[in-house]
Every structure is written in structure tokens, then in C-alpha cells.
């Protein structure tokens, strides 16, 4: 280190850094078979340490298995070395392990979106989620959701439902400040908020708007909560202008429903809501917005979630910046007449609107 010049030393962080870009796949591997293999549950439950011979015992895994894992896990910070043969859950360990946020990514990232990724330099040219080849062949993920195999449904759910259901109390109080009658949830996948909605007020009636395989689904929630007689539901393809939205709401709600389609289509699908609000419908748009985030880790997975979007889920749509989102609101012939920032402890913003007079 000593005969290292000013100029070499001020390269080894940039250089090490990118080395964990290089690696960056083996090490997110790493993580899922230490996970799978169950050593970080291991290490958890005997107080965060462990020697290695009782991994390998307890976990029937050779010596060999345990301590390539290991080692990568160390340099990724993950464990560290106590003595040669004990090791130790660091911090950032045990979020891996007991993290909700993390949990949720990982199984998205190593589920939905790992094998995909390959394709990212093919989707970028030509505007296709060519990753979304590996899970089925529909032309985006929302046609084929109700048909992936389970774990991989399972990843999705989760982590759709993660990032909106915090945000669910906070807005129910912002929507019903209104006294709706009639709610229209479009893109209500499913019916989580329109459950949520029938629950928060007994008068309430709600429609969910979607594609049939989600539809189904939720019909077949609804059915089971016996709310049948105040959920209704409204086949809709929104990426089919012929397809008209219904008149009638107090209310039309979309939530992470936006950031699926891209910019144009957005503006024709707010048109479409337009068409068939009246001058009193209040129009709410929830987003987890990459610009408007407490904590930089927030920023980060939405951030990244764009390149989900690019690779599996259409080619086309991404996360925006409330900016963004405003513009697109205004060309729509629409106005945002309140903005509720980061309503309770969610990532999420909602742009409260109406039809321009
Ligand atoms: C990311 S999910 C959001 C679900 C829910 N609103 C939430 O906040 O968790 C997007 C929903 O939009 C629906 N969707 C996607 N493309 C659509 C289209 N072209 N027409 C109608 N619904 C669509 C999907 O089926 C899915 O249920």
C-alpha cells in the first residue's frame, strides 16, 4: 500500500466497487442459497453464531458448500469471522433475513425478474419485455399474471402488495372525506383496496375494473368475504381506446396502476377516465413517486423496479417522478386540485383530481 500513488489509492474504491458490480449476480445467488440452504436461519437462531462444523451438521451440507458461501458472504458483508471456523450474522445479515422490504425484493428479484434480466439490451432496442419470454408467451406480464406458477405469482403479489398496502389507511381517510357511494378501482387487481373500501364504510358500493384473469380472481375474493352484493366488476382492456371506462363514479381510484404503461398510453387512458367522470368525480392517482421518498433505500428499489418493467412486465412503462406525473395529469385535460405527500408511513403520494373546467 505504502509505494501506491495519491492517484492509484483514490482508484481502489471506484475499482472495488465496480468488481462488485462485476460480481454482482454470484453475490445476490450467494444470498439466495444461504437463505435456501437455511444458514442464515441457522445462524439467527444460535444467537447470530455458528461454527462451521455445526452448520455442515446440522444442515447435512458439505464442508466445502458451506465455506464458498461463506467466504462470498464475508466480502459482501453479510457474515463475518469470529475465528477461522466461527462466523457471525452481520447487520446487514440479518436484514436479509428479517427484513420485510428485503425479503420481498429478493424473492421478486431472484423469481420474476432474474432470468428475464439476460434480455435488458434487447428490450431497450426493441421497446419489448423479451425477458417476459421465459415465464410465458403473453404480450405483457398482466395477461399472463393469473397463469404464473405459484412461487412466482406468490413474488409478484407480494411484492405489489408490499409496496401499496401500508398506504391503504391513510388513503381510505382521504378518499372518504368525500362521502363516495360509488368507487371505481381501476386496475384493483385483487380487490385488495375495494375490500378495504367495503370494510371503511358499509354504504359503500365498488367496481373493479381489470383484465379477465384478475377479475376472476377477484370475484372469487369477493365471493368468499360475501361482498358480492356491493363489489361489481367490469372486464376492461384500457390499452384498447374502444374500450370505454363506465360513467357513474363519486370516485375513481388507481393505484400503481399508472406506472404500467408508458407515457402516451397514460395520457390515453386518463382521457378515457375523463370521458366518464362527471364535474364532481373526484379522480385519485396513488404512486410511489422515485422522486418523493423518505429513505434512499426506497428510491433505489423503485428505481430499479423501472428495469422490471423494461424487461418483463411490457417494455414500455416505468416508476415516474411526480413531475412527470403531473404533466401527464394536465395534457389529459385533466387538473390536480390537492397533492397528499408520502401519506402515512408509505412511499406513497396521491394526486387528488378533476376534470379541467
Ligand atoms: C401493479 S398492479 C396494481 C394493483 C393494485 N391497484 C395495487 O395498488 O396494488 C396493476 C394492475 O393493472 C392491471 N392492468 C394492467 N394492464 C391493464 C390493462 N391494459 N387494462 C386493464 N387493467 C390493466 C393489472 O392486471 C393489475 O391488476
Known amino acids: 500500500m505504502q509505494n ?21 449476480p454470484i453475490v445476490f445467488q450467494t444470498v439466495i ?56 450474522l ?25 432470468h428475464g434480466a439476460k434480455s435488458l439490451t434487447e428490450c431497450i432496442k426493441t421497446g419489448k419485455p423479451e425477458g417476459l419470454k421465459v415465464l410465458g408467451n403473453w404480450k405483457t406480464v398482466y395477461e399472463g399474471l393469473s397463469q404464473l406458477p405459484e412461487k412466482i405469482k406468490t413474488s409478484w403479489f407480494e411484492f405489489d402488495h408490499y409496496y401499496s398496502d401500508d398506504a391503504f389507511p391513510t388513503a381510505l381517510k382521504i378518499v372518504f ?15 385488495k383496496w375495494s375490500f378495504a373500501c367495503c370494510d371503511f364504510d358499509k354504504n359503500v358500493n365498488v367496481k373493479i375494473l381489470d383484465l379477465p384473469g384478475q377479475l376472476n380472481i377477484a370475484r372469487e375474493n ?36 399508472l406506472d404500467c404503461f408508458s407515457p402516451e398510453e397514460i395520457i390515453k387512458i386518463l382521457k378515457n377516465v375523463k370521458q ?34 423494461t424487461t418483463i412486465a411490457n417494455g414500455n412503462s416505468k416508476m ?19 397533492v397528499f405527500p408520502l401519506i402515512g408511513d408509505s412511499y406513497h403520494t396521491i394526486l387528488k383530481c378533476r376534470k379541467t373546467q
Open 4 to 24: 501506491l500513488t495519491e492517484k492509484q489509492l483514490t482508484a481502489l474504491n471506484p475499482k472495488f466497487e465496480a468488481q462488485k458490480i462485476a460480481f454482482s
Open 33 to 88: 442459497s444461504l437463505r435456501e440452504l437455511g444458514i442464515l436461519d441457522y445462524l439467527f437462531d444460535n444467537f447470530s453464531e455458528a461454527t462451521i462444523e455445526d452448520i455442515c451438521d446440522h444442515l447435512k451440507l458439505s464442508d466445502y458448500g458451506v465455506r464458498v458461501l461463506l467466504e462470498m458472504a464475508e466480502c459482501a458483508d453479510i457474515i463475518e469471522y469470529i475465528n477461522k471456523d466461527r462466523v457471525k
Open 90 to 114: 452481520t447487520k446487514v445479515g440479518f436484514f436479509i433475513l428479517n427484513d420485510e422490504l428485503t425479503r420481498v425484493n429478493l424473492n421478486f428479484v431472484n423469481d420474476v425478474c432474474y
Open 177 to 191: 372525506n368525500e362521502n363516495p357511494k360509488y368507487i371505481f378501482d381501476i386496475g384493483g387487481n385483487t380487490g
Open 222 to 257: 369477493a365471493k368468499n368475504r360475501g361482498l358480492l352484493n356491493r363489489v361489481d366488476f367490469h372486464q376492461i382492456d384500457l390499452l384498447d381506446e374502444f374500450q370505454k371506462i363506465p360513467k357513474g363514479a363519486d370516485a375513481i381510484w388507481m393505484s400503481q396502476f
Open 276 to 309: 366518464a367522470a362527471s364535474d364532481t368525480t373526484n379522480i385519485y392517482i396513488m404512486e410511489p413517486f422515485f422522486d418523493n421518498q423518505r429513505f434512499p433505500a426506497a428510491k433505489y428499489s423503485l428505481t430499479a423496479t423501472s428495469l422490471y418493467f
Open 320 to 338: 415516474y417522478s411526480c413531475n412527470k406525473m403531473k404533466e401527464l395529469v394536465s395534457k389529459s385535460g385533466l387538473e390536480v386540485v390537492e
